[in-house]
């Protein structure tokens, strides 16, 4: 066997791999048109998914269970999820009518129900802790329905952005995955907006930060998801494609 040094200043053998969207991206193609198409496909989906709930039990029960889910995270999405048919809306908002300080009285519902689950509590930073997310339930849920009726909150607009969302413990991401993941999709399922608003809106949601699994395409496509539909779109193009060995099949290659 013969080895030869490499020149000096060779890279690695073989180089790295750049995908072809990289190279699209090089030859001066953006991907903004086909990554927002691709995040209203993905608001589809989730409104496909979440229409039976819809169906059973109305778009408020619904947007109830899809926002618990989303507080909860990763970590306690699951029982989260338990929590919203243990606790159905009108029930929680029931428990809270004639009190004087309405979100303490819809915290206290939630967390005393919420004890008869197992939830995770280790390795969580303090403000992802269940309890501090119960706590933020109550007071968005406090701001959405000020009233016991268990209808569709009226500051939920096509075009109320996350001003309405913006509580104690609710920041300004959790803001958009709230608005991105559960009112979106449930009132887009349930037609209390047209599909042409929902994709507006989303559109106008700016991006809520880049996930990690993401960063890679990111660099691939030199496109930030600068808006919460592009983030979608990535999102889609990462689970469909480049998860599952179909590079050059996918929309932008």
């Known amino acids: 066997m013969v080895v030869l040094p490499a020149p000096a200043g060779q890279g690695a053998f073989p180089p790295p791999f750049t995908p072809p969207c990289a190279l699209r991206t090089a030859h001066g193609e953006a991907p903004s048109a086909v990554l927002t198409r691709l995040g209203l496909r993905r608001l589809r989906i989730k409104a496909a998914r979440v ?45 809270a009518a004639g009190m004087p300080d309405r979100a303490l009285a819809l915290t206290a519902a939630l967390k005393g129900e919420a004890a008869a689950l197992v939830l995770q509590r280790a390795g969580l930073r303090p403000m992802a802790a269940p309890g501090r997310r119960l706590e933020a339930a109550g007071a968005l849920w406090a701001r959405l329905w000020p009233g016991p009726e268990p209808c569709w909150p009226a500051a939920l607009t096509p ?51 880049t996930y990690g699994r993401l960063r890679r395409l990111e660099g691939w496509l030199a496109h930030p998801f600068a808006t919460a539909a592009a983030l979608q779109g990535g999102l889609l193009l990462h689970t469909d494609y480049c998860t599952r060995g179909a590079c050059g099949r996918c929309p932008f290659s």
């Open 51 to 95: 229409q039976p709930i819809v169906a059973a039990n109305g778009p408020a029960q619904a947007l109830h269970q899809l926002g618990l889910e989303v507080l909860g995270g990763s970590a306690n999405r699951v029982p989260f999820a338990a929590l919203s048919r243990r606790l159905p809306l009108a029930a929680l908002l029931e428990r």
């Open 159 to 209: 075009t109320s952005g996350i001003a309405a969302l913006r509580v104690t413990g609710v920041g300004r991401a959790a803001a958009i995955e709230f608005a991105t993941n559960a009112i979106l999709p449930t009132a887009l399922a349930a037609g209390l907006w047209s599909e042409a608003e929902a994709a507006a809106a989303l559109a106008a949601l700016p991006s809520p930060g």
